[in-house]
């Protein structure tokens, strides 16, 4: 098979990588907090004798720096490609009972970030001891707080991306419901905005036996939750795609006391940006409207989160061709849907054009899902991984993103 020299390097790291994606698995840490793995992650880089710059995204983000040698590498219009991996955990209590599970009390790589960690630490490993196929320079991004932290919108602002100035950027995640080693692509729209959203009712607070001498929050609270599910089934086009969920409810501590106020706390998605604003308005004028008819108010507040992430077509393309030949064109897909979670990729994309794959982890047809306590990244995924994203520099290097 053409350009085989990226499997048979990948492979021949996998033993030494399962030792070293175990020992992250073992000792996860959460965002901003990813001291020994920024720690980890520089020795090995410097190990490799790249250039490698630290204490990006309050502290532990880090960034490899790996310049080809191959013909015109040097050259003043010489490309520049970002390949990026996340390196937080999540505060879940491991379930799995692997040999290898969580040290860490309430702290697991249920997002399997260690085996992203570990897959461009082997691409690194593999593109420098091949440098001469580079035509041009690769970036290596290890970005901490992914989840919910938007480690990625401080790399790209602190200038990961500028020096050497990407034009592209290209990154990958673990896909359980995948079979292990297949690779898929969406082109356009892959990952939803995620904007979080507070609601405070304040009405008046009285005795359980007498309703009528107060304004009940949580009767309010309950026709708000109510009404914010039709938002999307009646204020949204059915050809676009939106989520509105309530996922907490804080209020009274007594069964015979109506509190003053009730909390509701929840989670916008949603893939386009018209889309977005509208729903944001109309859970405003929802929650406010239903309050106001009832005597009380509502305090509204609607933050916005990881923008849509948007792989370019074009780029990926690129990837899917990269894929097809390094893993075969029988493993590689174009997947038909974006999914609904939030990706802070998005962030690198809204910079320069790229793309995410995902990198099929399944073993068996209910495999653990995504932040789930018994998910585990499966290390037999980590070659075909690595090949990819080593197709994917030199393609890129050598021709750019295809018109």
Request: hydrophobic share 45%.
């Amino acid at each position: 098979m053409p350009h085989d020299i990226w499997n048979a390097a990948a492979a021949a790291e996998l033993a030494r990588l399962t030792e070293l994606r175990h020992h992250l698995h073992m000792h996860p840490e959460i965002g901003f907090e990813e001291f020994e793995t920024s720690k980890l992650v520089v020795k090995e880089l410097k190990r490799l004798g790249l250039e490698v710059r630290t204490g990006f995204a309050k502290g532990t983000g880090v960034v490899g720096i790996l310049r080809g040698t191959a013909p015109g590498a040097d050259a003043a219009d010489a490309r520049a490609v970002a390949l990026r991996a996340d390196m937080d955990c999540l505060p879940i209590d491991e379930a799995s009972g692997l040999p290898w599970a969580s040290t860490v009390p309430g702290k697991m790589h249920a997002c399997g970030h260690d085996g992203h960690t570990t897959t461009l630490l082997g691409a690194a490993n593999v593109l420098a001891a091949h440098r001469e196929r580079l035509k041009g320079t690769v970036v290596f991004c290890f970005q901490p707080a992914e989840e919910n932290g938007g480690g990625g919108n401080y790399m790209v602002r602190e200038g990961v991306l500028d020096d050497p100035k990407c034009s592209a950027a290209f990154a990958l995640h673990g896909q359980p419901n995948l079979a292990c080693g297949k690779v898929a692509v969406r082109c356009g729209p892959s990952h939803a905005a995620s904007d979080g959203f507070k609601i405070v009712i304040r009405g008046r607070g009285g005795h359980g036996a007498a309703p009528h001498m107060a304004i009940d929050p949580i009767v309010l609270g309950a026709r708000v939750v109510e009404a914010l599910q039709s938002v999307v089934s009646r204020e949204v086009n059915p050809l676009d795609s939106a989520v509105v969920t309530i996922g907490a409810i804080h209020a009274g501590r007594a069964r015979n006391v109506i509190p003053d106020a009730l909390e509701l706390l929840g989670t916008i998605r949603s893939l386009k940006e018209d889309v977005r604003r509208k729903v944001h308005g109309a859970v405003r004028r929802t929650a406010e409207g239903i309050c106001a008819a009832g005597g009380a108010k509502a305090e509204v507040e609607i933050n916005d989160g990881y923008p849509v992430m948007v792989n370019d077509p074009a780029a990926g393309r690129l990837v899917m061709k990269a894929a097809a030949e390094v893993l075969g064109a029988d493993l590689v897909s174009e997947l038909p849907t974006a999914t609904m979670g939030g990706e802070d990729f998005g962030y690198f994309l809204q910079k320069v054009p790229g793309a995410m794959f995902r990198l099929g982890v399944g073993t068996r047809d209910d495999y653990p899902a995504l932040h789930n306590p018994s998910y585990d990244f499966t290390d037999a995924a980590i070659p075909a991984g690595i090949a990819v994203f080593c197709r994917v520099a030199e393609t890129f290097l050598a021709d750019g993103i295809p018109g």
